[in-house]
């Protein structure tokens, strides 16, 4: 006779993503779409000095509803990096229009802020996420670039998992 299941993972997650999420305060079916409306219209009315606005857009929203306001860790170390904390909150990337449209340039869409990554140090905003209209997630800091996954689940498997994103520019 098998013995009982102890899989607690219900959810689209990784049980290790799953634990990090939960442990944040997230469950399924959470959604915030107040919270994610009044950031959409903070980072619309926003104009860079230099007269840069932010996209925004479903997928953006969307996360935002879902995961915005939560900061995440890891519940222990990376597969091949040190996974490091995140707070779902675009509004860290607000003086980062210019950046985000240039890497939307460059990628042939266009793209958001997110959240931010925070440092080894526990800094926060060393590393801006953003998500593109497609939903893909970057990570852009002083040492290039990085793609962290087809979506947000798969961007926060790469990121509680500690496993290596890939570059998309040279440093």
């Known amino acids: 006779m ?11 997650f990784p049980v290790a993503v799953d634990a990090a999420l939960r ?3 997230w469950q399924p079916g959470r959604w915030d779409i107040r919270q994610a409306e009044h950031w959409a219209d903070t980072l619309r009315a926003h104009l860079s000095p230099a007269g840069h606005r932010h996209s925004v857009f479903p997928a953006a929203v969307e996360a935002w509803a879902e995961f ?24 860290g990337g607000l003086h980062h229009a210019r950046t985000l449209a240039d890497l939307g340039r460059a990628l042939g869409t266009e793209v958001c802020p997110l959240g931010t990554e925070f440092g080894s140090d526990g800094a926060d905003g060393q590393t801006v996420l953003a998500i593109d209209s497609a939903g893909r997630v970057y990570a852009l800091d002083h040492t290039g670039d990085w793609y962290l996954g087809a979506d947000v689940d798969q961007a926060l498997s790469t990121l ?12």
């Open 23 to 25: 442990a944040a305060g």
């Open 2 to 12: 098998p013995g009982p299941n102890l899989n607690t993972n219900t959810t689209r």
């Open 160 to 171: 509680v998992t500690g496993t290596q994103p890939s570059r998309l520019s040279p440093a």
């Open 68 to 91: 915005g306001g939560l900061y995440v860790a890891a519940p222990g170390p990376g597969r091949q990096i040190a996974p490091t904390p995140v707070r779902f909150d675009p509004l």
